[in-house]
């Protein structure tokens, strides 16, 4: 499934680099640790977290993920939206929690295991 | 250990110990057939001035030496104790703490109370005012060896002070600094003692929620600090005091993901700069006051009309 | 939905509370930042985390939460076990990632905190 259909689904803002909405995610990963992000994450993973600091553009991009949902309202900081347009990785908000988040990303088929 | 601590630790104790704790138990207890020309044999053996009756381990009454003595003095003839006892007896529930026993004392003016279960009404024990102060002290001796005779000045003293018009609970708990195993435990056992007090869950919550949330911010900032608590009928004030670096720029430590929490804090699940707003959510009122260089106070104020604030936001 | 379905559904192993299997879970998050848990959880809620340290007990005890479910097969050291057992709430493992502990509990019907609020 593509980024631009989940945005249009799940009513997510965009908030960086989005030129790269087109890409495809494969999976999706829930966590606030990004020891744990960097374990465990899946290239093409979409990840779903509350962080906001800019260092979750680095593991993203460290690892190749699909993008980042920041969840429960929360907005990235300047300087991590300007890192992410740097590094071209594509970050959204939502107002879900992420229980829900996943929830409803797993309702449109997409799974946390191979 | 200053002597304000104490105070409170003792006023904490009668929150939290029972009833059941301090009673006397292996009672004497006499049955309602028993006639009355024998009470005085059992009240002197036992050199009691009072005992329940008890019909099958059921509490049916007491009788005192009072009631005996006008038994002799109206010439009666001898009759079973159940015409001369008082029946409809006052009693304290096992699992009651003692603030409730200390408050029945005063409202009744008895010497004693029996004591019994809650679920079957069985007699349990009998308890007397100096039972009270005897187990107050067992229970400080146990926490503290030393300056006995002190303590025994203030449980007596603060003995009297419950039976005051207005109560108010103090209560304070040492925050150990960087102890992040043992963080929370303060607030934890301000949580219990609110309980006891019969609180609203949901002003305890946020009580609960707002001091454990300072407490953390105690222990990843500073060496350590206080957490002391004043209860009031309508309100709770939490002061959290530390003597550690402080605050360059109070504004902006309140803006909501402002941290300046080291990495290992926040792998720990803390320091995402969300611990002041959550307190702010919880209270009514919050105040941060910080001088660097030598400490933070934080005054939080929690008005029980309130209710369920943080919940509902 | 009760603590033994929760446990069905995510495979999980149950570390404390093994008695109270029984009690109803009515809404549940996901979460590994305590501050965000005692922000945003209610009461009565199920917590989903990657985080094992005993502030994670001490959160569901001050925030009043219904259990505590560790994902990704984590478990906590036996103290915290010994902990949650005192205070009486449960504790499960699961060897499900996050995202799909969440999504598939989702499934089966069990809310979300802001959901449950809405829903009234």
């Not at chain 1, 990840?47 to 993920?65: E, F, G, R, Y």
Request: charged share 25%; net charge negative.
């Amino acid at each position: 499934m593509k980024l631009t259909e989940l945005v249009q689904k799940l009513n997510l803002g965009v908030r960086s680099a989005k030129g790269s909405l087109e890409r495809r995610i494969t999976g999706g990963y829930a966590s606030d640790l990004l020891s744990d992000v960097l374990a465990h994450s899946k290239e093409g993973d979409l990840w779903i977290t509350l962080q906001i600091h800019h260092n979750i553009v680095a593991v993203a991009s460290m690892k190749d993920l699909a993008g980042i949902v920041l969840v429960n309202g929360r907005e990235p900081e300047q300087e991590t939206i300007e890192k992410a347009e740097t590094e071209n990785i594509v970050i959204m908000v939502s107002e879900l929690p992420t229980f829900e988040l996943a929830g409803r990303l797993y309702g449109l088929g997409v799974r946390g295991m191979k | 250990m200053a002597p304000d601590s104490k105070i409170s630790k003792i006023q904490e104790l009668i929150y939290e110990i029972s009833v059941g704790q301090v009673m006397k138990k292996n009672v004497v207890t006499v049955g309602p057939q028993t006639p009355m020309s024998q009470l005085r044999a059992i009240l002197l053996e036992k050199r009691i001035s009072g005992t329940p009756v008890v019909e099958e381990d059921k509490l049916v009454g007491i009788i005192s030496l009072e009631d005996f003595i006008r038994w002799l003095a109206d010439r009666e003839h001898d009759c079973p104790i159940s015409e001369k006892m008082s029946g409809n007896v006052r009693t304290l529930y096992a699992d009651e703490p003692l603030t409730q026993a200390v408050n029945k004392f005063e409202r009744f003016g008895f010497g004693r109370f029996p004591v019994i279960d809650r679920k079957n009404n069985k007699l349990l024990g009998i308890v007397t005012k100096g039972d009270i102060i005897e187990g107050l002290l067992k229970k400080l001796e146990i926490d503290y060896h030393q300056e006995e005779d002190v303590y025994r000045h203030r449980v007596t003293h603060f003995f009297e002070d419950i039976l005051a018009d207005k109560v108010v609970l103090l209560f304070q708990y040492d925050v150990v600094g960087h102890d992040f195993k043992r963080a929370g435990e303060g607030a934890s056992r301000l949580k219990a003692t609110l309980r006891r007090l019969g609180l609203d869950p949901q002003v305890i919550r946020r009580v609960a929620i707002a001091t454990y949330e300072a407490e953390m911010n105690v222990i990843i900032y500073a060496d350590g600090g206080k957490i002391r608590v004043r209860v009031e009928p309508m309100e709770i004030f939490i002061k959290v005091e530390d003597s550690g670096p402080g605050i360059p720029d109070v504004e902006k430590v309140l803006q909501p993901g402002y941290s300046t929490a080291p990495e290992w804090v926040r792998e720990l699940g803390f320091g995402a700069g969300m611990g002041l707003n959550n307190i702010l959510k919880c209270a009514s009122k919050m105040d941060l006051r910080s001088v660097v260089g030598k400490g933070t106070q934080l005054y939080i104020r929690v008005s029980i009309e309130d209710g369920a604030k943080s919940e509902t936001d | 939905m009760k603590l033994k379905d929760i446990q069905r559904i995510l495979e999980a192993e149950v570390l404390a509370g093994a008695d109270l299997l029984d009690e109803d879970v009515v809404m549940a998050c996901g979460s590994d930042l305590m501050s965000d848990v005692l922000s945003f959880a209610k009461s009565a809620s199920l917590l989903l985390t990657g985080l094992i340290n005993p502030q994670v007990v001490r959160t569901a005890e001050m925030a009043d939460l219904a259990a505590i479910c560790f994902v990704r097969g984590k478990k906590p050291e036996q103290e915290t076990i010994r902990m949650a057992e005192a205070k009486n709430i449960p504790l499960l493992t699961t060897p499900l990632p996050m995202f799909e502990s969440c999504g598939r509990l989702w499934r089966q019907g069990l809310p979300g905190c802001s959901e449950y609020e809405k829903r009234g």
